[in-house]
């Protein structure tokens, strides 16, 4: 049942395209560069060949109507309009609210600034497609001793406004809080010990809360769950399918595989969306192979035992995005770059230019900066690309 799942969603049409520019606009919690840096990780593993920049924009403290780096004009004209966006997404809300129990007063100050940011960003000349999201939630349930009594309440509300916002402007809305409030729902089930870590200050979420973010919004755009589908016949030596990927020399117990995309890498941090299931079903790999002889096989991939099962076990077919294949290996140094790319932006733009743009001696370390992080986006393309390796099956005595 997963793999038809899986086999429709794959088929959906990608809402980016090659050359487009993503801007993630936020406060802090966009600054963190967890959530950012996880969607920029699967589009680029999932689709190696499409050229996208990526720039993450997040301002502690920032609301609708600016904060301590400026006003949404300013923020415009320095952060986000030199990047040329053709996407952006907004989450902004949790300052908003003002850390108190819903005001109207506050919340009719977020609507108008809310609907004033959105038209500066209509009128940017590249004309971009926005995204509001909703705001993720203020967890006063997992954390009874917070001083703001009421505010998971207010942030709701105000989250709420966002998605009705995009309806009423016909814009997208993505829901960024409601998966997360299910994530928290089977972590206190199954770890209730781990509950209260999954937004460990009921403010800024933890990494495996980012990574439930970054599905939600990875689902919007229609990114595939499917990162490659093979199924291998063992007795009439047939590849009986294969969908991004191109399989040779299969013999019944070896063959060469080169796979479109790589697998999405687990972070440590992020392994509790892993183990119970929140992320597993995003990120597939799927290999099966029918009619095997009764046994137990070993797979190994350019020479490494990876996994084993059953003859049965193979034909119902195993998810390799979870193993510590090379594939994996080669996903994890992706996303090490675009992590380092994205601290590497936010020292030019908030360390360098806000700070000391006033003095001429800074002109050349920002151009030194964005040579820098174009160096790292020429590593992260050559480290992206497809890899063809030699996998072997080994009947285990």
Not at 33 to 52: A, F
Not at 252 to 260: C, S, T, Y
Not at 286 to 294: D, G
């Amino acid at each position: 049942m997963l793999l038809s799942i899986v086999l429709a969603a794959s088929l959906a049409q990608l809402r980016l395209a090659d050359g487009d520019r993503v801007v993630f606009y936020g406060d802090s919690i966009t600054e963190q560069l967890l959530y950012t840096t996880y969607v920029e990780t699967l589009v680029t593993t999932r689709y190696p060949k499409l050229n996208i920049q990526w720039t993450a924009c997040g301002v502690g403290g920032d609301c609708t109507w600016g904060g301590w780096m400026g006003d949404p004009e300013t923020r415009m004209k320095r952060d986000v309009a030199p990047q040329r966006p053709t996407h952006i997404t907004v989450m902004l809300g949790m300052n908003d609210g003002g850390y108190v129990a819903f005001d109207p007063k506050i919340f009719a100050t977020y609507q108008e600034w809310y609907g004033k940011l959105v038209d500066r960003m209509l009128l940017l000349p590249t004309k971009p497609k926005l995204y509001l999201i909703k705001e993720t939630p203020f967890d006063e349930e997992n954390h009874p001793e917070t001083a703001f009594k009421g505010y998971s309440g207010t942030v709701d509300r105000f989250g709420n406004y966002a998605l009705e916002l995009a309806r009423k402007r016909s814009l997208e809305g993505i829901d960024g809080a409601n998966p997360i409030r299910e994530f928290l729902k089977i972590v206190r089930k199954m770890k209730p010990e781990k509950a209260s870590q999954i937004i460990p200050d009921a403010i800024h979420p933890s990494p495996a809360a980012h990574l439930i973010l970054a599905r939600a919004i990875a689902e919007s755009w229609s990114v595939t769950p499917l990162v490659s589908r093979t199924v291998l016949d063992a007795a009439s030596l047939s590849v009986i399918s294969h969908e991004r990927s191109s399989i040779e020399g299969w013999n019944g117990m070896e063959w060469n595989q080169l796979d479109d995309a790589l697998p999405f890498p687990i972070v440590s941090e992020c392994e509790l969306a892993h183990s119970l299931g929140q992320f597993a079903e995003f990120n597939q790999q799927i290999l099966a192979i029918k009619n095997l002889q009764p046994g137990i096989y070993e797979l190994h991939i350019d020479g490494k035992a990876v996994d084993k099962g059953t003859e049965s076990e193979w034909s119902l077919g195993k998810n390799l995005s979870n193993l510590e294949t090379p594939m994996h290996q080669q996903s994890r140094e992706v996303f090490k770059l675009i992590a380092e790319k994205a601290k590497a932006f936010h020292t030019r733009q908030y360390d360098i230019l806000y700070n000391f743009d006033k003095y001429p001696a800074a002109k050349p370390v920002i151009a030194e900066m964005d040579r820098l992080i174009d160096d790292i986006v020429k590593r992260i393309r050559v480290q992206v690309r497809a890899v063809e390796h030699h996998f072997k099956l080994a009947k285990v005595q």
